[in-house]
């Protein structure tokens, strides 16, 4: 079993910041990857940025590329997701997510993650 506590969401006005944190215990050594996702309401969950937890090789959604930076502290057991330039569309529920394996279905798909988080709340203001 993995579980996942994010924290660090809030209300901040477009173009301001946040960095959202997520610590991870339980089956750590098996962990291949770190993904945060992102729902907003009436849409599909979508995915954010991705981060390979032995080699940390990262992954972004063309949307957030450039204003987004995933990272991990291996000591700590955490993701982090440092978030520049918000904008009022970024607005959404944040899931962070675990994969024990490389997903055949790419690590952009939440299909391919088998532990989920609670969400944090991000809200951007215009």
């Known amino acids: 079993q993995v579980q996942l506590v994010e924290s660090g969401g809030g209300l901040v006005q477009a173009g301001g910041s946040l960095r959202l944190s997520c610590a991870f215990s339980?089956?750590?050594?098996?962990?291949?990857?770190m993904g945060w996702f992102r729902q907003a309401p009436g849409k599909e969950r979508e995915f954010a940025a991705a981060?390979?937890?032995?080699?940390?090789?990262?992954y972004y959604a063309d949307s957030v590329k450039g204003r987004f930076t995933i990272s991990r502290d291996i000591a700590k057991n955490t993701v982090y997701l440092q978030m520049n330039s918000l904008k009022p569309e970024d607005t959404s529920v944040y899931y962070c997510?675990?994969?024990?394996?490389?997903?055949?279905?790419?690590?952009?798909?939440?299909?391919?993650?088998?532990?989920w988080g609670q969400g944090t709340q991000v809200t951007v203001s215009s």
């Open positions: 339980g089956r750590t050594v098996s962990t291949y990857s």
């Open positions: 997510a675990a994969a024990l394996w490389s997903p055949s279905q790419g690590l952009g798909a939440v299909s391919g993650y088998h532990y």
């Open positions: 981060i390979t937890w032995s080699g940390g090789f990262t």
